[in-house]
């Protein structure tokens, strides 16, 4: 199983900001299967960045990814007051699926 | 409307059974692997399972092994989670998601329903 850390556990920030979160895993990620998505109280997730690199369709272009291997960053270049939430990476490459502990960005 | 609606949650005591459903509409649901994603209260996501699109290929994270079973009726674009021996630790909200490429690996899971709250306690 590929374990997921997430760094920081806790991001504060201002709007206007630029966010930059970690995603390591445990063992390289074959492919680059990795995936992010974000989480609001009382809402389902939203995939925001897949393979890596990709944005997933309607995500706007402050959302960022980029890595390798076994490191994987989420970049937000500017926040915007929606943005504030937790944000998941999750590897794609083998049963079982994982995700890391998640991020929380909150308003600073 | 690409829609996927869970049903079947609810209270249960330790030991029992419950069927989870999840009405998938407005896409093809046969060209689509799908999973189970639950979040417990106060905690992160967990992939608890997933399937392909004919329903060939199934797995499941470690601790639900021999108690979950994933299915799914393409003719009724319905996918279900039969899930045995409950125990205190699968209360959660689970969320029936579409997931191209469950096994296949790549892409990401893009559709999720609002989730079915199952609560198992004495």
């Known amino acids: 199983e590929i374990v997921l850390t997430q760094s920081p556990a806790t991001l504060s920030l201002s709007p206007g900001e630029r966010a930059t979160l970690s995603c390591r895993a445990s063992q390289s990620v074959s492919s680059n299967y990795l995936a992010w998505y974000q989480v609001k109280p009382g809402q389902a997730p939203r995939l925001l960045i897949y393979d890596a690199s990709n944005r997933a369709p309607g995500i706007p272009d402050r959302f960022s990814g980029s890595g390798s291997g076994t490191d994987f960053t989420l970049t937000i270049s500017s926040l915007e007051p929606e943005d504030f939430a937790v944000y998941y990476c999750q590897q794609r490459a083998n049963w079982p699926l994982t995700f890391g502990p998640g991020t929380k960005v909150d308003i600073k | 409307e690409v829609q996927l609606v869970e049903s079947g949650g609810g209270v249960v005591r330790p030991g029992g059974s419950l069927r989870l459903s999840c009405a998938a509409s407005g896409f093809t649901f046969d060209d689509y692997g799908m999973s189970w994603v639950r979040q417990a209260p106060g905690k992160g996501l967990e992939w608890v399972s997933g399937?392909?699109?004919?329903?060939?290929?199934?797995g499941y994270v470690d601790s639900v092994k021999g108690r979950f079973t994933i299915s799914r009726d393409n003719a009724k674009n319905s996918l279900y989670l039969q899930m045995n021996s409950l125990r205190a630790e699968d209360t959660a909200l689970y969320h029936c998601v579409r997931d191209p490429g469950s096994y296949d690996g790549g892409y990401g899971m893009d559709v999720w329903g609002q989730g079915t709250t199952v609560t198992v306690s004495s």
């Open positions: 399937i392909n699109w004919n329903g060939g290929r199934t």
